[in-house]
């Protein structure tokens, strides 16, 4: 694999996956696998695409066959009908996974940020979900800890101011330390090809609302500078005294857990989901 841009991971990816485009109702959901063995799918967050995974996909399908969608209305899916909700993207995602995998066929979940969200309702209705890692977990309900504003980058006059706006957000949101230009392509990539909107549901209680109703076990990782929750606040909450659920806070990183600490997060999933 080439190294030294920001594109060869990327490009690698995409060499290497086995890209499946799944027909729900008329539309069609692009997903990508990897590897061999159980699977494990990953949702992305809002905002984002199946590269929210970059840097974990190629660890993890050494051991298991991964899927990662583009969840509707993001990246290559196409969008949902208008007023169709997260529900609309909790059954599509479900509908797709019966026809790749077989229906009510097992297989273990992993869920970042509003990917988070999708994670559980899902998991709550379809009887497949082995186990749950829940990364960046927001639809708590519960205090954020956001350091500033956000920019309004789609307005922006030309790529340059673009660009510096998108790496402004990822610094209030995302990273905890350095932007690198991976990361701001991976921002820029799946911000512009963005068309549902997650925000009311990822600052609802709507993940809280099904967390009691999961049977499975659930690993729930945060990044200890993450600014959509406190992870000592949210844990213990989601955690009660289920015996079955832990969850931890990653040193140094904050709210993309997975890119910012791939390693640990890796180990921690590879171990979760043996």
Excluded at 38 to 64: D, F, Q
Excluded at 140 to 168: C, F, K, N, S, Y
């Amino acid at each position: 694999m080439e190294t030294g841009s920001e594109l060869a991971l990327i490009a690698h990816l995409e060499r290497i996956a086995e890209r499946h485009l799944v027909e729900h109702e008329g539309r069609n959901l692009c997903w990508r696998a990897f590897g061999a063995g159980a699977p494990l799918v990953l949702l992305h967050g809002g905002h984002g695409s199946w590269l929210h995974w970059a840097r974990n996909i190629e660890a993890l399908s050494a051991s298991h066959r991964v899927l990662v969608p583009d969840m509707p209305g993001y990246g290559d899916s196409d969008a949902l009908p208008a007023g169709s909700g997260y529900g609309g993207i909790v059954d599509a995602l479900g509908a797709s996974l019966d026809t790749l995998l077989g229906a009510g066929a097992a297989f273990d979940l992993a869920g970042f940020s509003f990917g988070g969200v999708i994670a559980g309702r899902l998991a709550a209705q379809h009887p497949g979900v082995r186990r749950l890692a829940l990364l960046g977990a927001v639809g708590h309900g519960l205090r954020r800890r956001q350091p500033g504003a956000m920019r309004i980058w789609q307005d922006a006059a030309d790529e340059q101011t673009m660009l510096a706006h998108l790496r402004h957000n990822l610094g209030v949101l995302m990273l905890h330390g350095p932007i690198d230009s991976l990361a701001l392509e991976i921002h820029r990539r799946s911000c512009i090809r963005t068309r549902f909107e997650s925000k009311k549901t990822s600052m609802s209680p709507a993940l809280s609302e099904v967390m009691e109703k999961l049977g499975m076990p659930v690993l729930m990782l945060w990044g200890e500078h993450d600014p959509t929750g406190d992870p000592a606040e949210v844990g213990p909450v989601w955690c009660g005294a289920r015996a079955e659920r832990s969850h931890h806070a990653i040193a140094a990183a904050g709210h993309w857990v997975q890119y910012e600490a791939a390693a640990e997060v890796n180990r921690r999933l590879v171990d979760w989901f043996a």
